[in-house]
């Protein structure tokens, strides 16, 4: 596949409508439907058909349901690709699962391997057991979920991915630590990381204040709200330009050489 150089991402923090996905997806409809050509690749947060709620039984959808027969029809009709997670059943089990879906339809799915046990999350997700790298428009991306930021050897660049990202719901009183593990991944991984979180207030009472988010390969800020307000950010993002600093510094040559067990 041939590369390209230049990647336009659009990051869309939004507010998210409580266990509806039918009110969601008409909103991120019209969201998508407003922006000007030139997106390659879109990001919606983590469960962005409901928020982040542990009530799987009622609100999970099948690889067969309509979230993803709406993405899959978005994707081909824009010809861009759209990634986010959703609660999925498969086999009985309940999945917070990443969706990246290509313009063609076709999808790479992550599950997500950190559950976030403060809120029970793995008392009703099944945890992923594997990592994956995304190859789109010959760019290598590797997608994450909200608490995974927080084990930096799951993001370990080992595969020379060219862009990180991770989808969320990371409420206020923790964003502190949601800035600080963004900017860090990118600076340790030399790798383009974007990080798409929600605002609002959910149904438990927890306050979201966004901070989405765009660092370059030095842990530059290329892009972010943390005003708490829905926007949609565009960024630009230079494949060149990336391996350029790579090869000036190559500080991943140094990695350690360690696997996970």
């Not at 991402?9 to 008409?26: F, G, M, Y």
């Not at 879906?101 to 992550?110: A, L, N």
């Not at 608490?147 to 370990?156: K, Q, T």
């Not at 993002?237 to 500080?251: M, W, Y």
Request: contains cysteine; charged residues 25%; negative net charge.
């Amino acid at each position: 596949m041939n590369t390209t150089n230049h990647l336009r991402v659009a990051l869309i923090q939004s507010d998210l409508i409580w266990e509806n996905p039918t009110a969601n997806r008409k909103q991120f409809e019209e969201k998508i439907n407003n922006l000007t050509e030139g997106i390659d690749l879109i990001i919606l947060p983590e469960m962005f058909t409901t928020g982040f709620t542990m009530n799987a039984s009622v609100i999970a959808e099948t690889m067969e349901g309509e979230t993803v027969q709406w993405l899959q029809n978005l994707a081909q009709e824009k010809s861009i690709a759209i990634t986010g997670s959703i609660v999925i059943n498969e086999n009985d089990n309940f999945y917070n699962r990443l969706l990246f879906v290509h313009p063609s339809g076709r999808i790479d799915s992550y599950d997500k391997k950190h559950t976030f046990t403060l809120a029970g999350e793995h008392e009703v997700f099944s945890a992923g057991t594997e990592r994956i790298i995304v190859d789109y428009k010959g760019w290598k991306i590797c997608p994450l979920i909200c608490y995974d930021l927080r084990f930096p050897v799951w993001a370990r660049n080992t595969k020379n991915y060219d862009l990180l990202l991770y989808v969320a719901s990371w409420p206020k009183p923790r964003i502190e630590a949601w800035d600080g593990l963004l900017k860090a991944r990118a600076i340790e991984n030399m790798s383009y990381t974007i990080g798409v979180n929600r605002v609002g207030v959910d149904a438990n009472g927890y306050e979201y204040t966004g901070n989405t988010v765009c660092y370059d390969t030095l842990g530059n800020c290329l892009a972010k709200n943390n005003q708490g307000t829905e926007e949609i950010l565009i960024v630009d993002l230079d494949i060149e330009a990336q391996t350029k600093i790579r090869n000036r510094f190559r500080f991943l040559d140094d990695r350690d050489r360690f696997i996970l067990q």
